[in-house]
């Protein structure tokens, strides 16, 4: 009946969003939590977390080619590492989501999943999964 969990993810790509939804609801479900709120936190710099469709696949591309054609590496960033793209696009999509379990589900909408966003892979990478209860 753990109330927090971290999940191990394994990018493969530069930009990829990766659905975390099933192992999301399994983690819920296991909790046995029937009503509250859960806590998604990516504690990354160049990574985040989102909620979009999961129907199909080619929102995730459309979205990762908007993303790379509207934010390319630049001559004039000063990041040494050179990935600010990365950094900057953790910082649009964020490095959190807050859902609602009810009924001992999180709370999605019909056409929704649940998403890591990788902006600098491929790259080992952690997601913590927090429940509080209500």
């Not at 696949?57 to 590492?81: A, C, M």
Request: aromatic fraction near 8%.
């Amino acid at each position: 009946m753990s109330r927090s969990h971290c999940l191990e993810i394994q990018s493969r790509q530069e930009i990829e969003f990766i659905d975390i939804t099933a192992s999301v609801r399994e983690f819920v479900r296991a909790s046995q939590c029937r009503e509250g709120v859960l806590l998604i936190f990516a504690p990354h710099t160049t990574a985040g977390v989102t909620i979009n469709e999961n129907a199909d696949p080619d929102v995730r591309h459309d979205i990762g080619e908007f993303f790379k054609r509207r934010l390319p590496r630049q001559d004039y960033f000063r990041h040494g590492e050179g990935n600010s793209p990365a950094h900057i696009l953790s910082s649009l999509v964020s490095a959190s989501e807050t859902l609602i379990i009810e009924n001992g589900e999180p709370l999605l909408g019909t056409w929704q999943g649940i998403f890591f966003c990788e902006f600098d892979g491929p790259r080992r990478r952690r997601v913590h999964l927090k429940i509080v209860p209500g």
